[in-house]
């Protein structure tokens, strides 16, 4: 619902039922403890910073389009994006 993007909230539901709504989707736990999750410097990476871990703890990786956590050292090899 980013402004840049001038999308809606309805659009943004559409959006993840497509994304979730794939038979490529998977569904992980949300079993990591926070202990795992790489130390960062700024709040605005915390949630960044867990959702790579945890990708990472499940040999998956992250597609975003947030093309500045794809170029963070911690995020390198995980967060990706896909287009």
Not at 10 to 38: C, M, N, S, W, Y
Not at 65 to 70: A, G, I, K, P, S
Request: proline share 5%; with cysteine; net charge negative.
């Amino acid at each position: 619902m980013n402004p840049g993007y001038r999308a809606s909230f309805a659009d943004a539901l559409a959006a993840l039922e497509d994304i979730t709504g794939r038979k490529e989707a998977q569904f992980i736990a949300d079993d990591l403890p926070g202990q795992k999750v790489h130390p960062v410097t700024s709040y605005a990476d915390m949630t960044d910073a867990y959702l790579v871990a945890l990708a990472r703890a499940h040999g998956l990786r992250l597609a975003t389009l947030d093309r500045v956590l794809c170029g963070k050292a911690w995020a390198r090899g995980v967060a990706e994006n896909p287009v």
